[in-house]
């Protein structure tokens, strides 16, 4: 069967009120970026209250599905079949065999739900479903009318042409991208920062990330691994300016004069400022990051008041209640996992000290970072200056 069209659903979109149109035109805007790289052509159009996606000559039915099933904002596709009005009779046999090729298992309940828009049409919704039942039914004997709770939904839509269509494919939901403004995401190579990423753009927001690099104690490859998983969630979120810090003079320095238990705690710290910072520059309205309450120790409540005290803008941890095994499910099904878990070190794991503080004191700690009163600014501002930009997509 060929599918000349998409039908897509939307849910949160359609309880905006006045607003719904600029949430449906992001919504089209995101389609036609997810599918302007997929082999065909396609129209993406909002008619009547709903978007479609009508595919224009051959195209690749699979990957058309599969760039559809990443765009945030849509919660079912259904493929269509488009038919030129030549008549009930006609009507009557496209339908016995959309159900004759569409399922083969035939040992099934059906429902069928017919809307006629065209009010030109010479049977109206009741009589279309009667008839249309009763050509199934003499068809497809073993087939049984259920009308409350049917495996098979068949849509007829009465319009200047006629659509039938009756699977519902899930779609990720969420809201359009770039409908909630933008946010920096502390990137990492780790399993969780891809995760908090992918759920924070679910929400509509749209992702910069920054990433902190630390050679000669992480390697090249470890690098080219954070840009992987960055390009794995731009899948979903769209492009992403990606900043690549040089953070290795910070961190030794940091390692020089501060109370080794609070390594990570003031290395956190200064990572969030110089995020800041390029949020700020950006126009970005938060951090992003993937911690989870005690999951390691400068993940305790005591460790992320100190961190969050680094810093002005908000962060947002979409993973703060999560168990591992959670954020591990939701990172095999958007594909970051198997590149996360490669064995290439990041800055963090280079650094971390034996006994760790886990309840760390802020007065403490920022007397502690007086030691580094010195230089750091002065690295900070070298490091800011020698980001590297990559733009991934």
Partial sequence: MRFHSFLIKYGEIGIKGKNRYLFEDALVRQIRFALKDVD???????????????????YDYEETVESLKRVFGIVGICPVVRLQDNGFEQLKKDVEKYIGEVYPEKNQTF??????????????SMELNCELGGVI??????????????????????????????????????????TNGSAMLLLSGGIDSPVAGYMIAKRGVALEATYFHAPPYTSERAKEKVVDLARLVSRYSGPIKLNVVNFTDIQLYIYEKCPHEELTIIMRRYMMKIAEHFAKQDGCLGLITGESIGQVASQTMQSLMATNAACTLPVYRPLIGFDKKEIVDISEKIDTYETSIQPYEDCCTIFVAKHPVTKPNLERI??????????????????????????VK
């Fill in 40 to 58: 065909g052509e396609f129209n993406v159009h909002k008619a009547q209250g709903r978007v479609y996606v009508d595919c224009e000559g051959e």
């Fill in 111 to 124: 429902k069928i739900e017919a809307r006629r828009s065209r009010k030109s049409y010479p049977l109206n």
């Fill in 366 to 391: 920022e007397k502690s970072e007086r030691n580094l009163d010195e230089k750091i600014d002065e690295l900070m501002q070298t490091a800011i200056d020698t980001v590297e930009t990559i733009m």
């Fill in 137 to 178: 039914l003499d068809a497809y004997p073993e087939m049984k009318v259920d009308v409350h709770n049917p495996q098979i939904r068949l849509n007829v839509e009465v319009r200047e042409e006629i659509y039938l269509y009756s699977e519902i494919i899930p779609g990720p939901g969420g809201m359009p991208v770039g």
